[in-house]
Nanobody, 127 residues
């Protein structure tokens, strides 16, 4: 059973940094995809950054140059390094996994492509 578990959220001031982690064991496929989504009250959930088993990545425009997604396959761990954080980055961050498919880049931030979701970790950025 693949169950993503996030950690690393917290509260920081604008301009600060956080690194989120997500462990998702329970699969051994060599073709997989993982991503981070976020949601704030009153807003739809949006894909922030995604990566596939080839190392291809995709970011939403608002985080390009500030966020970095990476993964350690041996540890079955996904990371999201977030620098130069802004109040608009606040929200609940979810780790998602597609353990049996290497998604094309165009699909990495599409919710319907993922079937394993974590419980989320809260990120709060104060001005």
């Amino acid at each position: 059973q693949v169950q993503p578990v996030e950690s690393g959220g917290g509260s920081v001031q604008s301009g600060g940094s956080l690194k989120l982690s997500c462990t998702a064991s329970g699969y051994n496929s060599k073709k997989y995809s993982m991503a981070w989504f976020r949601q704030t009250p009153g807003n739809e959930r949006e894909g922030v950054a995604g990566i596939n088993s080839d190392g291809d990545t995709k970011y939403i425009d608002s985080v390009k140059g500030r966020f970095t997604i990476s993964e350690d396959n041996a540890k079955k761990t996904l990371y999201l390094r977030m620098d130069s954080l802004k109040p608009d980055d606040s929200g609940m961050y979810y780790c998602v996994v597609q353990p049996f498919a290497k998604l094309p880049v165009a699909w990495l931030l599409r919710q319907e492509a993922y079937n394993k979701w974590g419980q989320g970790t809260q990120v709060t950025v104060s001005s």
